[in-house]
């Protein structure tokens, strides 16, 4: 994968030092994640937008322990840049078998345009070299867009399916079970065939944190976690019909006010049941990709994509 520079890592780079970041470093890392994401929403708010907000007591938690658990599977590409002030960015990546994907990269309001992300991007990307794909989840700010572009992945738009759940639309939803750590090895399977890699170790750290549903049946199989505010996190299926069965079981299960994120193109049997339940479509930033299409039957997350 090409970098757009070679820093000098663990060395200084102006006033700021570049280096791996560390457990100790995590909540540190999560406050700087924070403040860059609320400046962002903001910046990119349109009048049909949500007031932003700042990340709630567990969904910090849950940021803090992924972010975490990627330091110990990934050390070679988690990186921070600092100065005396302390942190003043980050970057989480990881890989996975022949995928390299980028979790989080954040720079503090203010400090943003001073050269701190070149060299924290370019450490995170040197960590990929050996991997034939790449996968990013990026948000609608342009500076951001034109960097992944530079840095070789087509860019994909993402949708959001937002608004409240029409619950008399809801069908009828059989075969759907509650998963658990049994269902590993059918969900690598599912994860390779969607997206070229399996989540291998993630799987551990998801079933901890979310609740899992799984459909597997003789005509076809799926997976869908859902996260810690009752929305879809993530959905794996072999074919549209088992996608789509899960996505009405996280609806039917989930709370009134709904949120599908990180939809493409690729996915249209969820705008489908979207557009059923009575949801709006709204355009929300990109899927970076590198050496691959757009998975499906597939929903990625933010950050475990």
Request: charged share 25%.
């Amino acid at each position: 994968m090409r970098a757009l520079w070679r820093a000098p890592y663990g060395d200084r780079v102006g006033d700021l030092t570049i280096r791996p970041m560390t457990s100790d470093d995590v909540p540190a890392a999560e406050r700087v994640s924070d403040e860059g994401f609320f400046d962002l929403d903001v910046r990119m708010r349109t009048v049909s937008d949500p007031e932003p907000t700042r990340r709630g007591d567990a969904h910090r938690a849950v940021w803090i322990e992924r972010t975490r658990h990627l330091v110990t599977t990934d050390p070679g590409g988690c990186w921070v840049a600092e100065d005396d002030t302390g942190l003043v960015g980050i970057v989480t990546s990881y890989r996975r078998e022949t995928l390299w994907c980028l979790a989080t990269y954040a720079v503090l309001p203010g400090r943003q345009g001073r050269g701190i992300g070149k060299p924290l991007l370019a450490a995170a990307l040197q960590h990929g070299r050996a991997c034939t794909r790449g996968m990013l989840s990026a948000s609608a700010d342009p500076k951001a867009l034109r960097i992944y572009h530079q840095a070789g992945f087509e860019l994909h738009p993402q949708m959001s399916l937002t608004g409240i759940l029409d619950r008399s639309a809801i069908p009828v939803v059989e075969k759907v079970r509650d998963g658990s750590a049994g269902d590993i090895d059918l969900m690598d399977s599912l994860d390779r065939a969607t997206r070229g890699a399996a989540h291998g170790p993630d799987h551990a750290l998801m079933l901890r944190t979310w609740h899992l549903l799984v459909s597997d049946t003789t005509t076809g199989s799926g997976y869908a976690y859902v996260n810690e505010r009752g929305q879809l996190a993530l959905l794996a299926a072999s074919n549209r019909r088992t996608a789509t069965r899960l996505l009405w079981a996280v609806l039917a299960d989930g709370p009134e006010e709904v949120a599908v994120d990180h939809l493409t193109a690729a996915n249209q049997w969820a705008l489908d049941v979207g557009f059923a339940a009575r949801l709006e479509l709204h355009q929300k930033g990109c899927l970076g990709l590198r050496g691959m299409k757009p998975p499906a039957p597939y929903v990625h997350h933010g950050a475990l994509l």
